[in-house]
């Protein structure tokens, strides 16, 4: 995965919250996740990667901060079965808007909604796991970006 991967993530999380919310997100710099960190939270949203390169996407939040993005679409209805789900669609918004850019051979999957500090969840062991942290009007998410290039791709890329 390329610094200009990576950017791509830090600027569709900025961009999302820009298009939400009149207040905009501060969008940290990306570090490498060390095995002590705790980063997931209350929510978690899980994208499968595959085509030209394979891995995951995580985004992973806090109860009250799913509500208030909730309140923000006029969602009255703030139960967990809401944010797990308004937790997905953000994952899955973030995920396709990186396609845009990455292009075709970034094939995404529906996301994966675990409830609960997932602090067991286990992170590919052939990608490294990059943390963006974000804070939103007092609230910290995670966007958490796992992805190495197929073997396949770089042949095809060194072909061209």
Known sequence: MSEDDLKVFVHGAARFFSKISPTPAEVGTPFLRDESD?????????????????GCVYYTAPRDMVQALAEIFGESDLSDDICADFV?????????????????????????????????????????????????????????????????????????
């Open 88 to 160: 997905g669609e953000i994952a899955n918004t973030i995920s396709g808007n990186a396609r845009l850019e990455l292009g075709p051979g970034f094939l995404i999957s529906v996301p994966v909604v675990i409830r609960g500090r997932a602090e067991d969840v286990h992170f590919p062991d052939d990608a490294p796991a990059f943390v963006i942290p974000i804070s939103w009007t007092g609230h910290r998410s995670t966007l958490i970006i796992c992805l190495s290039d197929q073997p396949h791709s770089r042949r095809m890329a060194a072909a061209q």
């Open 38 to 54: 705790r980063v997931m939270s209350d929510f978690s949203a899980v994208i499968g990667i595959s085509g030209n390169q394979r």
